[in-house]
């Protein structure tokens, strides 16, 4: 991850960074608990059983022992949301309430592509309150939007014109290839020219994580005369935006869905803003495409219990048993909440109220219960009941977690009557047709000290390093009698330069954003974040030094041989005497070590 482009002034980083706590930070994302001086969940960054990740706010660091990512707060943010150090600057800034102003020596492309999509946004806003968006208000009035929801989540207007938002941004400076890539206009199929894609039609902004606008929703009017073109207009993929890595309403939804370590899935975007709007928040919506994988692992982060409020038609049925299946394989619990037939939860909350849809998601069945139900209205139609057995069974020889996986299948037994040997050979037959998950592929683990050295002097590295990462005087001691050739290449020697040249740094300060590459950054939070060296301090740190510089005496001696002994097969007498004259003040060095490590 790249902390060069656009930096902004060193003291700026600084205060952002010492303003930031990283606890609260990643508690947004992940769920902490206590464990000793530090705090320690289930990794963000992938799929884990046991929590690895730890938390240390003492060093205002994070590093995972499984796939051993690490940094800071700003290692935290480009890794989780997958922006730049000055996005993760910006970001961080703002919610530390410093003006952060980053100099860009160039435009990377993604930063043209965000500042079109909130211009976009700030124009379909800025149309909603003129008389080009009176219909659009209706629309929204009609729909029970109140102005503090229209307001919160940046609600505006498409006017039924074909190039309002090309005119108004083209005159901004953004430019076509901008509005192409975002799918705010389209080339026209016949002649030259293109036209808004968006048209007479309730906006809906799509935000990251990060809080900027990446992507649009459409909602097109109602029309007497019937629908022209599709209900639901939304921005294809692009650079800044992957609907199916996104849920709308999630940025906002964070915070509610860990209070309630749960989460409401629905289909459609005003679902989302009309349980929200009923104080119901802990609510996302998919971005106009079918739940993946992806939006799986990402609700995962936050809790593995999932509430999934679909439409009552069959169509919204299926879907609702389709996003089971996928969430029951990334481990959640997973409760399919029945609404009465005709009604989505929109319409529901609307008549019926807050209370009367808490109280169907308490009551919620299981994905189980809920299948068996469906049986049951079928009057237990044996092939439906095969059926419906059939597809729970393949659903779980998917699921990885071995107790979620037995708990699921005993659920399941009583459900539906089946003994467990029976439920136990059918998921032994899929995984004899390859249907159950194959072992997860190992992390790359992060660099740790390569090279030819021994395991006491990999030993001595990484304790004195980890004496260094405890304070300013170890650095500058180490600094006074090691180089940087003392260190292994990489990682090791990357982190001693580091330290070495900010001495006067806290720990997580300016030193560890000289760490340019993942690998160092990843040693050096595994160091930080795991066990101190055990032994008194100032013992140790003198036996490293002495096992550093004495290694590095012997290798340089080693080094001389071999160059003395070629100067002797080439008759160079010249370089014989030099080299015999660097051979005795490297015995001197040596000598001077030995006595000092006899002495301590």
């Known amino acids: 991850m790249d902390r060069t482009s656009g930096r902004s002034p060193d003291d700026v980083v600084e205060r952002v960074r010492e303003a930031t706590d990283v606890v609260q930070l990643v508690g947004q994302y992940v769920n902490l608990k206590r464990s000793g001086r530090g705090m320690k969940g289930l990794c963000p960054f992938h799929n884990e059983k046991t929590p690895s990740f730890m938390v240390n706010p003492e060093r205002q660091m994070y590093h995972c022992f499984g796939c051993h990512k690490g940094g800071d707060v700003f290692s935290f943010l480009m890794e989780h949301d997958g922006v730049s150090f000055p996005e993760?600057?910006?970001?961080?800034?703002?919610?530390?309430?410093?003006?952060?102003?980053?100099?860009?020596?160039?435009?990377?492309?993604?930063?043209?592509?965000?500042?079109?999509?909130?211009?976009?946004?700030?124009?379909?806003?800025?149309?909603?309150?003129?008389?080009?968006?009176?219909?659009?208000?209706?629309?929204?009035?009609?729909?029970?939007?109140?102005?503090?929801?229209?307001?919160?989540?940046?609600?505006?207007?498409?006017?039924?014109?074909w190039e309002d938002l090309s005119r108004v941004l083209r005159a901004e400076g953004v430019t076509e290839e901008i509005l192409l890539a975002l799918g705010l206009i389209a080339r026209r199929a016949s002649g030259p020219g293109s036209y808004d894609v968006f048209r007479n039609r309730l906006i809906i902004p799509i935000v990251s994580l990060s809080g900027r606008v990446v992507g649009f929703g459409g909602r097109a009017l109602p029309n007497p005369e019937g629908e022209q073109g599709p209900k639901?207009?939304?921005?294809?993929?692009?650079?800044?935006?992957?609907?199916?890595?996104?849920?709308?309403?999630?940025?906002?939804?964070?915070?509610?869905?860990?209070?309630?370590?749960?989460?409401?899935?629905?289909?459609?975007?005003?679902?989302?803003?009309?349980?929200?709007?009923?104080?119901?928040?802990?609510?996302?919506?998919a971005c106009g495409t079918a739940f993946t994988p992806q939006q799986a692992a990402l609700l995962h982060r936050y809790t593995r219990r999932a509430y999934i409020l679909g439409d009552s038609d069959p169509a919204g049925r299926r879907a609702a048993v389709r996003t089971a299946g996928l969430l029951l394989e990334h481990g959640f619990l997973v409760y399919l909440v029945e609404l009465p037939s005709g009604y989505d939860p929109d319409s529901f909350i609307r008549e019926h109220g807050a209370p009367a849809l808490e109280t169907r998601i308490r009551e919620a069945p299981s994905y189980v219960a809920s299948m068996k139900l469906l049986v049951d209205r079928r009057a237990g139609d044996m092939a439906v009941k095969e059926r419906v057995v059939r597809h729970l069974l393949d659903d779980l020889s998917r699921v990885s977690d071995p107790l979620l996986q037995e708990l699921y299948g005993k659920d399941m037994g009583r459900t539906f009557g089946l003994s467990e040997g029976a439920i136990a050979a059918a998921l032994e037959q899929r995984r004899g047709r390859g249907r159950m998950p194959r072992p997860a592929a190992m992390p790359v683990g992060a660099a740790g000290v390569h090279g030819t050295q021994s395991g006491a002097l990999v030993e001595a590295q990484q304790g004195l390093l980890r004496l260094a990462l405890l304070g300013p005087m170890w650095v500058e001691r180490a600094a006074e009698l090691l180089g940087p050739e003392d260190f292994d290449a990489g990682p090791p020697r990357h982190l001693f330069e580091a330290l070495r040249e900010h001495t006067g740094a806290t720990v997580g300060g300016g030193?560890?954003?000289?760490?340019?590459?993942?690998?160092?950054?990843?040693?050096?939070?595994?160091?930080?974040?795991?066990?101190?060296?055990?032994?008194?301090?100032?013992?140790?740190?003198?036996?490293?030094?002495?096992?550093?510089?004495?290694?590095?005496?012997?290798?340089?001696?080693?080094?001389?041989?071999?160059?003395?002994?070629?100067?002797?097969?080439?008759?160079?007498?010249?370089?014989?005497?030099?080299?015999?004259?660097?051979?005795?003040?490297?015995?001197?060095?040596?000598?001077?070590?030995?006595?000092?490590?006899?002495?301590?």
């Open 88 to 161: 993760a600057l910006r970001v961080l800034g703002e919610r530390a309430g410093i003006d952060v102003e980053v100099r860009r020596p160039r435009d990377s492309g993604q930063d043209s592509l965000y500042d079109g999509a909130e211009r976009a946004a700030r124009h379909f806003a800025e149309q909603l309150t003129r008389p080009e968006g009176e219909a659009v208000r209706q629309y929204a009035r009609k729909r029970g939007l109140a102005p503090e929801i229209v307001a919160r989540f940046r609600l505006g207007a498409a006017p039924n014109s």
């Open 232 to 285: 639901y207009l939304n921005s294809p993929d692009s650079p800044i935006y992957h609907k199916g890595h996104l849920l709308y309403g999630m940025a906002e939804a964070r915070a509610a869905i860990r209070r309630h370590d749960a989460v409401l899935l629905t289909e459609g975007y005003l679902d989302c803003l009309s349980l929200v709007q009923a104080g119901i928040e802990h609510v996302v919506a």
């Open 511 to 600: 030193w560890f954003d000289r760490l340019e590459a993942d690998e160092d950054r990843s040693f050096a939070t595994e160091l930080a974040l795991g066990d101190a060296p055990v032994g008194e301090p100032e013992r140790l740190f003198n036996d490293y030094v002495s096992a550093l510089k004495s290694a590095r005496l012997e290798a340089a001696e080693h080094d001389l041989q071999q160059r003395l002994a070629d100067a002797e097969r080439r008759g160079d007498q010249d370089e014989q005497a030099r080299l015999l004259e660097e051979q005795r003040g490297l015995a001197l060095d040596r000598s001077a070590w030995k006595r000092r490590a006899a002495w301590n």
